[in-house]
């Protein structure tokens, strides 16, 4: 009799060797993390093929029959095992490579036998090598047929014979010796308004479908369930689950805005900032704390309205500050800030990792005291000695270099939390926004100032390359610049560096009239920095960098970006890569370089980015393309638990209904203290434990 929290070591067929694999390889400690181990496949073994019936379609067939011809042949490495498989319609031939002795030995003329394998032609006949094979008896048959499960296995559980049968006989088992039906954990009421299969069912046929139809039920229901307690989780946290959500109130719009608004800003605001302007305010003027996201393509203003939005905190008596990701990033936003403030007598600062000691000193005087209203900066920003006189407002650019628990540290920099407006230029599809950032409302500027032309994206082999320089050239001659981006190439720094090297020398070598910066990782911020402002300043014309670029960059007078081993790059990055121009009103041109060998997902990576310039699109094609969980930062910027069976793009409708139920559920009940809900409570406190304690991280 086994518990679910039973030690897997004691399921007979495990032992304390390969507890320690399956435990160390994929997690399972316990009879109940075993049955959550979901099958990623399905083998139909419905029903018993006959011989005559195999031809190239059929990839596993079931089929029952007997043995005839049994032998070894060949010598020591040539060595195997054949035999004829056969029943009343023809015979086939089984041929082993492996494991012949264990065959021999066990195998018998005679003998019914179950076979599952592949056929496969050789020598332009059918055979098999190495099938399944059991005894035909009725248990057998009762245990082997039906729809099979695939389990994932690593080569050490290989090793230690933990394949996939070998997985499916232990849960097999573990069913088996379960003591009572595994405990529900949804509900009744909910269980009942969608129609749920219970929790032992749904186990009993994900591992062991029933037919295809429970098989569908039973997965609907376990990926219902994650997606639900997911969606649970992150709302509670958030607006729906009352304690954080009171926030300071701006009451009013004061003079910084509007004195900015009529003598600083040359420009009309698009819509689409007007928009977002008026969902802020209503934010911030409602009391409760506002945790915004805000979505834009690169290009589309984004740096306008938070810099608006901070002149709100000011208006009421309050601080605000504006987090980067990057050093350079955080210096550009500075300068662009201080010279569209001009005149307005705000005080702003700059604070990053190579700020000065006396600097420091003096930033942190003022912000204490409250001399200082707006500040700028990296992490820096984070660190303990920080302390603002009265921070209303926080501004994070570029979202998903940062974590959740990066979030929550300024937080807490107040009593009262200061409000959040978390901007980033990567779109993130819905249904994993609804996940990942949960917690966070939605504001999208989706129109770019007027005047842009939309940017036109060129695949070149590297072969052309001649005609890349051809018309690098052109394009300088009538005034442009030009960005030539080089892939970082992870953990090894010196190669990063000496791509980029190479590129410039051989730009230099051909195109010897033009000036050129380079900008890579190995050179020291200020560096950087003074290259960056050479470029910004139109001194050089061309800047050959690597991705150290990518976020934020503004020349609106660069016009081409060429993109070198462009197939070594995800599709976010290259579209953030390509937004570095188009910036002015001239036509701007992105020029992807790759070899011309290509692996089909690579091509449709490429053929993605010439067909659109929409980031929505884009970063939808990369979800399909990628899979979530390697969406650029995901796991990092905090998923609440992780997802075993649901797939966030395919089961995007039931990604829907859960996270309509959970706010449903908070709505009525915002503590989950009903008594029907206090299996809500149990669950969350248990997943949340199993998983990583964001309060760990920084
Ligand atoms: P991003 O959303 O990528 O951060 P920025 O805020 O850097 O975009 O804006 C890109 C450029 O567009 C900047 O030069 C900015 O001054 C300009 N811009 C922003 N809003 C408008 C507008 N409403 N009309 C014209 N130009 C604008
Ligand atoms: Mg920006």
Redesign the pocket.
Known sequence: MAELLSDIQFLPGVGPRRAQLLGSEVGIRTIEDLLCYYPYKYLDRSRFYKVSEINSDVSYIQMKGRLRNLRKVGEGRHERMEAIFYDETGGISLVWFRGIRYAASRLKPDTTYILFGKPSVFNGKYNIAHPELEEATPETEKKLTGWMALYNTTEKMKNAGLTSTTMRKLVYVALEELSQPVRETLPRYILDTYHLMGLDEALRNVHFPKDPVSLKSARMRLKYEELFYIQLSILKQSVYGSKKSRGFVFAKIGTYFNSFYSKNLT????GA?KKVLREIRSDVGSGRQMNRLLQ???????????LLTMLMALDNGYQACLMAPTEILASQHYQ?ICE?LRGRGVTVSLLTGSTKQSDRKEIHGSLEDGRLQILIGTHALLEDTVQFSNLGMVVI?EQHRFGVAQRARLWSKNQTPPHVLV?T?TPIPRTLAMTVYGDLDVSV?DEL???RKPIRTIHYYETKRDEVLRFLKKEIDVGRQAYVVYPLIKESEKSDMQAVEQGYEYIREHLPQFRVSMVHGQMKSTEKDEEMQRFVRGETKIMVATTVIEV?V?V?NASVMVIESAQRFGLAQLHQLR?RVG?GSEQSYCILLTPYKLASDTRKRIETMVSTNDGFEIAEADLRLRGPGDLEGTMQSGMPFELKIANLVQDSELLTLARDTAMRVLESDPSLSAPANAILTLQLRKKTKETIDWSKIS
């Open positions: 420009f009309e605001l698009t900032q834009g393509d690169v290009g589309s203003g984004k740096t306008l309205v938070a662009t569209m650019d901007m230029a500027i100032p007027p005047g934020g503004n609106p937004g910036r």
